[in-house]
């Protein structure tokens, strides 16, 4: 790797010693059982936990992850330093907090060994970041550090007044603004028992559970390998809620399955990485950032789940069709009789892992008390647990490393919210966002379309190798007052911004999806990008439609909702036929051609073009069923 890549890329992970491992699992499992307990309803004072949550993510950051790609990935004696200065500066906080609780933000001084202490967090902060995200993210955050410090030195309307080190201090540590703010609050409160849920989920078979009932329901369709890519991949990733994870979990059975039935490498690689990529965009769970978003919003949970059921389920729909059409041309065969199992069989052998994902629905929807369902469904595979192992031992130890490897797969959300927290402190100390929104305004002539555009390629230029929850806590305080100035209602715009963020995940040049795709498909990680950007594109025009169709984030009269949705599954289908090359036939260039032109104006939202889309696809749908029909009439015909 060149030498710059070397130190702009984060580091990878370590091969763990013994102290290192048992270190690593006993403080994830307590740090588990602690966050789930508060989320069952023990009271614990809110800065306490995030200080023992921060100072568990920073240890174990530094424990599992080396300084950059060419560190060696042995022991390393600066990592147990970090660890101790880590649990050391969140410790003093603990220690510090009936103090702290009493004093006056902004008014009270600090003493000298608070702002040192702070100061040592926030570099620990830094440094976790680099290693766990990369360089990028750590020039961004010291950017605008720098700015808060500088900034009155400058001219024009960016000058600000001028803060001192206690000021800055205060705000980005002791406030509710910063580094405790609402992003780590999040993660700590509300996504642990998620990634904890899917952990012990997957230690426990269901994965292997959510790819047998795939497998059941569409493996013996044409190209069912694929199919049943995508749908394994759905429904593990809207609990997982992890792109990366799902692709390492489902794309570890799927992949090489597609790859064995005819499929090409790089093909495989993208439909696993666009199919991963849309379980941060599915009900119930959606990842991280559907839970920052309840925070930054105020939008109840519930309401954000149900809005995004019509999109996410329009994106699987389009993913699916993409492996249809793909299939039919490349003439793929079905899986054969003996790699289907029967639904019922696997529902009669595994009907216990539907209950703690039906607690967990309805804990979301019906009680609305995300955190509260998310515990219930981690207390309610435990019962599962014991049905698959019946051994006591077997099952403490099954619970335990479940727990371990929850905290430990949170080790990237974690530092992101708090390095998150560190922007929108600074933003929101200097007035920053006003000047950055207005500068969008600026940039793009003060067209509302331009905006739109402007601020998608800000969200995904911020998404490049990027954790979704990051991307999201930056764009909302740096991109949606911009699009709320525009009119635009707070929902859509917020899950406008989600759903760029969560495209990140396979676009080009930083794709972190279809890198861990390529490597279980030995392909190209950039053809796989370039390609799951493809079969992914109703994802980046999706946005763009509930914006000014907010019907179809379930917004409005009934009939309207039915109508934009339809509409919309229409687009999809003619947007894969024109993109995949079939149509119940092989498509030439003109055909698809007026397939896309009609699948673009079923997107657009105004009556009229709808109307010419729809009347254009059926008129398509009748010549290609006639020439289909004709080419059977006429034996030897191809």
């Known amino acids: 790797m060149p030498p ?30 602690l966050l789930i307990a508060i989320s069952f309803g023990w009271y614990v004072k809110r800065e306490i936990a995030l200080f023992l949550f921060l100072g568990a993510v920073l240890s174990l950051a530094f424990l599992t992850t080396t300084a950059n790609p060419a560190r060696p990935t042995g022991r390393s004696l600066v990592a147990w330093l970090l660890v101790v200065l880590s649990l050391a500066s969140c410790g003093y906080f603990v220690a510090m907090q009936p103090v702290h609780e009493l004093r006056l933000p902004m008014i009270d001084e600090l003493s000298a060994l608070d702002i040192a202490a702070s100061i040592v967090l926030i570099a620990l902060v830094m440094e976790a970041t680099r290693r766990c995200i990369g360089m990028i993210l750590v020039v961004l955050v010291t950017t605008f550090l720098a700015y808060a410090v500088f900034g009155n030195r400058l001219s024009g309307s960016f000058a600000h007044r001028g803060f001192s080190t206690q000021e800055i201090v205060d705000h980005l540590v002791f406030s509710t603004n910063g580094l405790f703010g609402p992003a780590l609050e999040v993660a700590a409160f509300l996504v642990v028992v998620f990634v904890v849920f899917g952990a012990l989920l997957d230690r426990i078979g269901g994965a ?205 959300v974690g530092v992101a919210c708090a390095i ?141 909702i039915v109508i934009s949705a339809g509409t919309a599954a229409l687009g999809v289908l003619a947007l894969n036929a024109a993109l995949e090359g079939y149509f119940l036939v092989m498509l030439d260039g003109m055909k698809r051609a007026l397939l896309f032109v009609a699948g673009v104006c079923l997107f657009l939202p105004i009556a009229a073009t709808e109307t010419i889309g729809a009347l254009l696809l059926a008129g398509m749908t009748g010549w290609i069923w006639t020439l289909r029909r004709s080419k059977r009439a006429r034996p030897g015909v191809a």
């Open 4 to 33: 710059l890549l070397t130190i702009l890329a984060p580091g990878r992970s370590r091969d763990l010693g013994a102290p290192e491992q048992w270190t690593v699992h006993l403080l994830g499992v307590a740090t588990a059982i």
């Open 420 to 560: 998150a927290g560190l922007v929108v402190g600074t933003l929101s100390m200097t007035d920053l966002t006003g000047k950055i929104s207005s500068g969008l305004f600026h940039m793009s002539g003060g067209s509302p379309i331009l905006t739109i555009l402007v601020a998608a390629f800000v969200i995904i230029v911020l998404g490049m190798g990027m954790p979704t929850p990051a991307v999201y806590a930056l764009s909302a305080v740096l991109a949606a007052p911009a699009l709320i100035a525009l009119g635009v209602e707070v929902l859509p715009a917020h899950l406008f911004i989600v759903y760029i963020a969560s495209m990140s995940a396979i676009t080009p040049p930083v794709a972190v999806a279809a890198f861990a795709a390529a490597s279980i498909a030995k392909a190209n990680p950039v053809m796989i990008a370039v390609v799951a950007c493809r079969i992914a594109m109703v994802a980046f025009l999706l946005p763009f439609v509930f914006i000014y169709q907010p019907a179809l984030l379930m917004m409005g009269a009934t009939g309207q």
């Open 208 to 412: 292997d559970f959510f790819y047998d009932i795939a497998n059941s329901l569409v493996g013996k369709q044409v190209g069912g390998a694929s199919k049943v890519a995508v749908v394994s991949s759905g429904l593990y990733g809207s609990i997982s809620g992890s792109p990366t994870a799902d692709v390492v979990t489902t794309g570890s059975f799927s992949i090489p399955l597609m790859i064995r039935t005819g499929v090409s490498r790089t093909y495989a690689g993208a439909i696993e990485s666009a199919a991963s990529t849309g379980g941060a965009l599915l009900p119930p769970v959606m990842g991280s950032a559907a839970f920052l978003m309840t925070d930054f919003t105020g939008i109840p949970y519930a309401t954000i789940v149900l809005a995004a059921l019509i999109p996410a389920l329009l994106y699987y729909l389009s993913v699916f069709l993409a492996a249809h059409f793909r299939a039919h041309r490349d003439g793929l065969q079905p899986m054969s009789e003996g790699e289907v199992p029967s639904i019922f069989a696997v529902l009669r052998r595994d009907w216990a892992y539907l209950l703690p994902i039906g607690l967990l629905v309805w804990g979301v929807l019906s009680l609305n008390r995300p955190a509260f369902a998310g515990a219930l469904a981690c207390a309610a595979l435990v019962p599962v647990a014991m049905l698959r192992h019946p051994n006591p031992l077997a099952l403490i130890k099954t619970l335990f490393f479940g727990l371990s490897d929850g905290m430990r797969g949170m080790v990237g």
